[in-house]
């Protein structure tokens, strides 16, 4: 019954905005870290940006750092992903995730965080091209 539904994704130009949405339902939305994962033809599937349960704590990929932001709203059980400046090499289905582990590196210092059950969007297409 636990379900991820993605949307907004569409075809943006490059330089372009696009926010991605995630909707939850059938879960305790509140106890599982979030994540934002993308996958193109002939690459591996990699983590984008993840969220701690309360919103407090993010990470981003290195190639999306300053450019994307991932926000969450657990009374609206849905997990954003704002992408700016957005590139050629961002296209890519993206999926949400709920429960896969998340790591946030402060200094010395790091926090994880995952769940026993891990659920998966079924993805929604990201096309930046003119």
């Known amino acids: 019954q636990a379900q991820l539904v993605e949307s907004e994704g569409g075809l943006v130009q490059p330089g372009g905005s696009l926010r991605l949405t995630c909707a939850a339902s059938g879960f305790d939305f509140a106890n599982y870290p979030m994540s934002w994962y993308r996958q193109s033809p002939g690459k591996e599937r990699e983590l984008v940006a993840g969220i701690s349960k309360t919103g407090d704590y993010t990470t981003y990929a290195d190639a999306v750092k300053g450019r994307f932001t991932i926000s969450r709203d657990n009374a609206e059980r849905s997990v954003y992903l704002q992408m700016t400046d957005l590139k050629r090499e961002d296209t890519a289905v993206y999926y949400c995730?709920?429960?896969?582990?998340?790591?946030?590196?402060?200094?010395?210092?790091?926090?994880?965080?995952?769940?026993?059950?891990?659920?998966w969007g079924q993805g929604t297409q990201d096309t930046v091209s003119s």
């Open positions: 995730n709920a429960g896969a582990k998340i790591t946030v590196s402060i200094g010395d210092f790091q926090f994880t965080q995952s769940h026993e059950s891990e659920y």
